[in-house]
């Protein structure tokens, strides 16, 4: 099974590691479920045409997800998944990671108010992933044009908590300086007689 073979819109999410991925995530079937897998899958255009179905379906999860959910699938139950169980595991692991969907995350994303860092974020992926994406970039874009890119820089994100990392959104300070305090009307004055004297007005 290759990227080259795919064709249509349904599939311009899928990159090479994710057909990589699910190859695995068939390899680890066969392996684990060696007579149901060949029962189910008895030929190779059938099994293509599956794995096709699969990879349109899960083209939304980070590769390293997708890899997970088939092991929680298997250290879970004696039977072969179907799609609809593989789908369940990988947003399971998602949800105990506190990440959500990546459609869900890119929904928040464009929704968000500004200033952006000062806002309540499921997780810390999302606003990264935004930032990243570029703020004005998703708001003055179609959602043809801006939820893949939203969606690389999300499955980067999602990538690094799912290997242990532990992502943090920078204080609002450091990124939008908070507007000055308006003096009052003695600094004011006092100011400005201190600056006619130094210019000599």
Same mark, same amino acid.
């Given at each position: 099974?290759?990227?080259?073979?795919?064709?249509? *819109? @349904?599939? +311009?999410? *899928?990159?090479?590691?994710?057909?990589?991925? %699910?190859?695995?995530?068939?390899?680890?079937?066969?392996?684990?479920?060696?007579?149901?897998?060949?029962?189910?899958?008895?030929?190779?255009?059938?099994?293509?045409?599956?794995?096709?179905?699969?990879?349109?379906?899960?083209?939304?999860?980070?590769?390293?997800?997708?890899? +997970?959910?088939?092991? #929680?699938?298997?250290?879970?139950?004696?039977?072969?998944?179907?799609?609809?169980?593989?789908?369940?595991?990988?947003?399971?692991?998602?949800?105990? %990671?506190?990440?959500? #969907?990546?459609?869900?995350?890119?929904?928040?994303?464009?929704?968000?108010?500004?200033? +952006? @860092?000062?806002? *309540?974020?499921? #997780?810390?992926?999302?606003?990264?992933?935004?930032?990243?994406?570029?703020?004005?970039?998703?708001?003055?874009?179609?959602?043809?044009? @801006?939820?893949?890119?939203? +969606?690389? #820089?999300?499955?980067?994100?999602?990538?690094?908590?799912?290997?242990?990392?532990?992502?943090?959104?920078?204080?609002?300070?450091?990124?939008?300086?908070?507007?000055? &305090?308006?003096?009052?009307?003695?600094?004011?004055?006092?100011?400005? &007689?201190?600056?006619?004297?130094?210019?000599?007005?």
């Amino acid at each position: 099974m290759t990227p080259r073979g795919q064709s249509g *819109a @349904s599939r +311009k999410l *899928a990159t090479e590691g994710h057909v990589e991925a %699910l190859n695995q995530v068939f390899a680890l079937f066969r392996l684990n479920y060696h007579n149901q897998y060949y029962a189910a899958y008895p030929g190779a255009d059938q099994l293509n045409q599956i794995k096709k179905l699969w990879l349109e379906a899960l083209s939304d999860y980070p590769v390293e997800h997708i890899l +997970k959910g088939a092991r #929680h699938a298997i250290e879970h139950s004696e039977y072969l998944p179907t799609l609809n169980r593989m789908l369940e595991c990988c947003q399971q692991g998602l949800g105990e %990671l506190g990440l959500p #969907h990546p459609r869900d995350a890119y929904v928040e994303a464009c929704r968000a108010a500004t200033p +952006k @860092s000062a806002q *309540a974020w499921s #997780h810390p992926a999302v606003y990264l992933a935004g930032r990243d994406s570029d703020w004005f970039f998703l708001a003055n874009n179609t959602e043809r044009t @801006s939820w893949p890119v939203f +969606k690389a #820089h999300y499955d980067q994100y999602c990538a690094r908590v799912l290997r242990g990392e532990s992502l943090e959104i920078p204080a609002p300070a450091a990124l939008e300086k908070a507007p000055e &305090k308006p003096l009052a009307r003695e600094e004011q004055l006092a100011r400005l &007689k201190a600056l006619r004297e130094q210019t000599g007005l």
